[in-house]
DNA sequence: CTGTTAGCGCCTTCAT
DNA sequence: ATGAAGGCGCTAACAG
């Protein structure tokens, strides 16, 4: 391993005292301007880079936040996550990204990677690890932002950013109810999934209000991918072929339901209707077009970041919740 | 700030010194089963995690590595990074994430931050950055794995993997060739891409030994995006209608040719053609779906993590260069 | 098997 | 404006 030049090396070199070499690095003010430009052609000579280790070590701040998603891979993550990055970025943080592949051990792992790391904040969007795991976790966080799930208590350093499900669910029922549908079928997600248990909460609700009690044994939960919606789609419409409406738990899953209708030869949206969720860029771009609940993606990035870059400079963000409202986007498959 | 738990914390309390404490957290053997699971029984009970940052302070390696991507957005991108983490979790590393944005300065700006960071290792996927900046960039790191470029010099503490473009455009030429085609065009993608380059010297070279030189000014570079591609496609199209094949960039610039043509009222492949490049799942998901060279991405990730932690064990991968064949996956795009 | 000593590279505090 | 002392939390190397 090759030998690091540290402040010392510099300090040697330039004649002066370490001190005088860490304020000209850090362009504290309390240095004359000519040992200042001295140092730092020293500096750039020798190659010196401060050590953020050794910084971290003494200031116990790291300027470095995790993120921790279910799948990076999946096009609603990835672009939070560039909404994420980019104001990190912006604020000079570092960003580790851990992945929870849809595995809660895994998940508890990165997490606890990210303790040791020592992250002065971290974003949280864990739709299905048990609250009292999570409660554990965020207590041991210096700041978290979690996104897409409620708490059933308010922590100081913790804020929330989520999208509200139940109302979406609303907005997609209710356009489905106009279109004269009373078959309505629905593709929940993974059950734990909070997300996934307001909208079937929603739906539910929304079933029974509007007298149409048959759709409560319409819903199916499945994998939040394009398979996902595929395998559904057929547990679906075999067991219920009057089914003429599809509620999707996301844009993957709507596409998994459209190859799924194809397959049994029902033609979208003359036969049966779906509407998806998230208007991922994809959506636009099928054929039929996707009818979507649009959420601005990269926005919530941006904002989950922000706030949790104003609890890490000591604000206390307001709201606590900042929630967002998602729009049905209307295209083809449920015009 | 809470006050953290340190090893002189647990070390009192368990009436030993820090010494032991540290091996028995660190679970070595020279220590008695009693007394480890006295210790650790404290460990739990005061919640005491290792200072990630004061061990790498004193050991000298972070278990960190930094990957480099243009844009994390970008789903071939995206899945790249999910084959990185995981490799990287399977090996106890974490991940910092750092996206270009097309954006030379702040690239190199996260590059720095990763070598503040005292990251162990970096992947960089840097198409952009100029060559000299990149080889100051690698003699700064421990170990680096370039993706999707070549070096003109073999560095020990580097490997490279990449997608061998010139192989892939002549694919896709000979097939265009194969189907009748006289007027092949193509979207570049940005000029200072060595990908590009590759390409548009394959591209050239092909025009020539075909005898086919009218293509060499069919060439038009474009942003690898869609809207890259759409904008592309109205260039190319408006000033030489003859066209009837279109040779992408990447499935992105594809699908904003499909667009472009549509647009332009050119039915797609009955007036003109095209081929992508990557086959990122939404090649498969167009209508039509789209003709595209395929490279295994999440293989690519895994491979450049793998060699990366090999790097990392002090082994000596062999060979210097992993080099993938792209395959022509023909779909309705260009049968 | 356990403890002691000596830093890792830097910043904070206090002197000068 | 500059320097000296002390310590952040941990582990490597050596004793015992």
Known sequence: MIKRVTLADVARQAGVSMQTVSRAVRDKDDISTETRERIMAIVNELGYRPSGIARSL???????????????????????????????YAHAYSLFLCNAAEDIERE??????????????????????????????????????????????DI???RLIYVDDQEGTRLAWDHFVQLGHQ?????????????????????????????LDGCLELIEH????IAGGLEGTERLLSDHPEITAILAFNDLVAIG?????????????QDIEIIGSDDIPLASLMTPPLTSLHVPHRTLGVTVMQSLIQLLNGEKPDPYRIIFHPELTLRCSAP
């Not at 909208?199 to 929304?206: G, P």
């Not at 339901?257 to 949206?269: D, E, F, T």
């Open 156 to 158: 100081d350093k913790v």
């Open 257 to 269: 339901a459209l190859r799924g209708c194809q397959n049994l030869g029902r033609r979208v949206p």
């Open 183 to 211: 078959k309505i079928g629905m593709l929940a997600g993974p059950v734990q999934s909070w997300s996934s248990q307001q909208r079937v909460a929603s739906f539910r609700a929304a079933c029974t209000s509007a007298g």
């Open 108 to 153: 508890k792992a990165a997490l606890n990677s990210l303790l040791e790391k020592q992250v002065d904040g971290v974003i949280i969007c864990s739709p299905r690890l048990p609250m009292t795991d999570l409660f554990a976790y965020l207590e041991q966080f210096y700041y978290a932002v979690v996104f897409n799930r409620d708490l059933s208590e």
């Open 58 to 88: 003494v200031t116990q701040r790291t300027t470095t936040v995790g993120l921790m998603v279910p799948d990076i891979a999946n096009p609603f993550f990835s672009e939070i996550a560039r909404g994420v990055e980019d104001t990190a």
């Open 222 to 225: 499945c994998m939040p991918t």
